[in-house]
């Protein structure tokens, strides 16, 4: 089982990680929310302890950005004590649950293992279109049955057009989702159509339908039809 700890007080996060780690959890840490939701995101965590008060992004910034994503990952808010508006904002935002600081750790056992218990939703692991698709998990892509080797950036860029296949990315939407942290550097565009270049080799040269289809002075999309 693995937790996402995101909580910037040094010292409570170190106890949260020893803690867990004695009871056999895997544990990451971020201590800002912009770490928090970047690792949120990608990561495959089981459940992520977020605390409010948080410096770059707070906590409940990062849990609304995270649920907008489309990421369903069980949420636990560490919230000021007695703030009950803090929890039902922290609820209607969709965390699953909370805790008001200071907390036993027993406690937070409790709650973590309660979340666990849950039956987990089934996540869609494979996007498709035609006959090629891209396993999320394994990082495998295949088209007509073939695996293709993709470098990180490009699987980034195909994971993105796939899960919002039939809609047009522009280059900007590419290189705010792939290259986040830089996505201001300069040539950020042509980095996007250097990179999209690649990945149409791999994807569609020799292949009489072209999946990866640009959209003159918009951007790129896929889908089985021109
Ligand atoms: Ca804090």
Same mark, same amino acid.
């Given at each position: #089982?693995?937790?996402?700890?995101? %909580? ?29 939701? %970047? ?23 990062? &849990?609304? %950005? ?10 636990? #808010? ?6 009950? !508006? ?15 600081? *200071?907390?036993?750790?027993?406690? &937070? ?9 849950? *039956? ?40 993105? @057009? ?6 047009? @990315?522009?280059?900007? #939407? ?7 942290? !830089?996505? !201001? ?42």
């Amino acid at each position: #089982m693995k937790i996402l700890i995101v %909580e910037d007080e040094f010292k409570l996060a170190q106890v949260l990680q020893q803690g867990l780690k004695e009871q056999g959890f895997v544990v990451e840490w971020a201590g800002d929310g912009s770490l928090g939701l %970047e690792l949120a995101r990608g990561g495959d965590f089981d459940v992520v302890v977020l605390d409010v008060m948080l410096p770059g992004k707070n906590g409940f910034e990062v &849990l609304c %950005e995270l649920r907008q994503s489309g990421s369903i990952v069980p949420v636990i #808010m560490l919230t000021a004590r007695n703030n009950v !508006d803090d929890r039902v904002k922290g609820l209607d935002l969709g965390a699953d649950d909370y805790l008001s600081k *200071p907390f036993d750790f027993k406690e &937070l056992l409790a709650r973590l293992r309660a979340i666990l218990r849950r *039956p987990k939703v089934e996540l869609r692991t494979i996007l498709r279109v035609a006959d090629l698709e891209l396993n999320v998990k394994s990082r495998e892509v295949r088209r007509d049955g073939r695996p293709i080797e993709l470098t990180p950036k490009e699987f980034g860029i195909l994971e993105y @057009l796939l899960s919002r296949k039939g809609l047009v @990315l522009t280059k900007a #939407m590419i290189m705010d989702h792939v290259w986040p942290s !830089d996505a !201001d550097c300069q040539g950020g565009s042509n980095l996007v159509e250097v990179y999209v270049n690649h990945l149409r080799k791999k994807v569609d040269q020799d292949q009489a339908v072209k999946l990866i289809q640009t959209v003159r002075g918009s951007g790129y999309i896929i889908q089985e039809r021109a």
